[in-house]
T-cell receptor, first 112, second 112 residues
Framework: GNSVTQMEGPVTLSEEAFLTINCTYT??????LFWYVQYPGEGLQLLLK?????DKGSNKGFEATYRKETTSFHLEKGSVQVSDSAVYFC???????????FGKGTKLSVIP | DAGVTQSPTHLIKTRGQQVTLRCSPK?????VSWYQQALGQGPQFIFQ???????QRGNFPDRFSGHQFPNYSSELNVNALLLGDSALYLC???????????FGDGTRLSIL
C-alpha cells in the first residue's frame, strides 16, 4: 500500500534559519504529493502541491520538488519566521485513489 | 466564501454510546472525505462520499458509517464508542477528481 515517511520532530530553529523537512514516499504509479500545515487548534491547510515528476510546488516562501528517482518531496524554506511554528504533514494521493495518505507530521518551533 | 464547517467543535461521550458529527463542504465542492487524527499522529482516511454514495473506504470497522445529503453536506456516525475512538475528526471537501482537499477545523471527540 501507499505510505509516507517524514523526519521525526520536534524541530526547533531560530528565526531566519533555513528549514528542511524530509519526506519520502512509497506508492505505485505516479502519486500526487502535498504538504499540509496545521496550526494549534485548527484543521489542516494546504501549503503546496506537485502532481508530476520534477514539478516544484511553492507557497509563502516554502518549496518542495517532486523527485521520482528518490521518491522524495522535501519541504524547504530559506528564512523561517516565528509565525511558521506549526505541525507540517507530507501526504500523497495514489493513482486511482481518492484518499490522502499522511505522514506522522513534524512539529516546527521557531524561536525569536 | 465560507470554508469547510464542522459541528460540534467538541464532544464528550461515554463508552458504548453513539455519536453523529456534521460537515458542510466549501461552496462549490461536491465531495466529502472524513479522517480520524489521533493525538500526535497524521490523519487516517475513514471514507469519502460523492453523489450521496460511499466511494472509497479506509481500514475502519463498520461501526463507522456516513451519509451525504443532496446539498453535499455529510454526517459521520460512530456506534458503540470505544476509548480508542477519542480523536480529532476532520472533514475535507473537494471538487472533482485530483483536486486538493480543503479541511475543516475538526470535531474533538473525547470518550470517557
Amino acid at each position: 500500500g501507499n505510505s509516507v515517511t517524514q523526519m521525526e520532530g520536534p524541530v526547533t530553529l531560530s528565526e531566519e534559519a533555513f528549514l528542511t523537512i524530509n519526506c519520502t514516499y512509497t506508492a505505485t504509479g505516479y502519486p500526487s504529493l502535498f504538504w499540509y500545515v496545521q496550526y494549534p487548534g485548527e484543521g489542516l491547510q494546504l501549503l503546496l502541491k506537485a502532481t508530476k515528476a520534477d514539478d516544484k510546488g511553492s507557497n509563502k516562501g516554502f518549496e518542495a520538488t517532486y523527485r521520482k528517482e528518490t521518491t522524495s518531496f522535501h519541504l524547504e524554506k530559506g528564512s523561517v519566521q516565528v509565525s511558521d511554528s506549526a505541525v507540517y504533514f507530507c501526504a500523497l494521493t495514489g493513482a486511482g485513489s481518492y484518499q490522502l495518505t499522511f505522514g506522522k507530521g513534524t512539529k516546527l518551533s521557531v524561536i525569536p | 466564501d465560507a470554508g469547510v464547517t464542522q459541528s460540534p467543535t467538541h464532544l464528550i461521550k461515554t463508552r458504548g454510546q453513539q455519536v453523529t458529527l456534521r460537515c458542510s463542504p466549501k461552496s462549490g465542492h461536491d465531495t466529502v472525505s472524513w479522517y480520524q487524527q489521533a493525538l500526535g499522529q497524521g490523519p487516517q482516511f475513514i471514507f469519502q462520499y460523492y453523489e450521496e454514495e460511499e466511494r472509497q473506504r479506509g481500514n475502519f470497522p463498520d461501526r463507522f458509517s456516513g451519509h451525504q445529503f443532496p446539498n453535499y453536506s455529510s454526517e459521520l456516525n460512530v456506534n458503540a464508542l470505544l476509548l480508542g475512538d477519542s480523536a480529532l475528526y476532520l472533514c475535507a471537501s473537494s471538487s472533482g477528481t485530483n483536486q486538493p482537499q480543503h479541511f475543516g477545523d475538526g470535531t474533538r471527540l473525547s470518550i470517557l
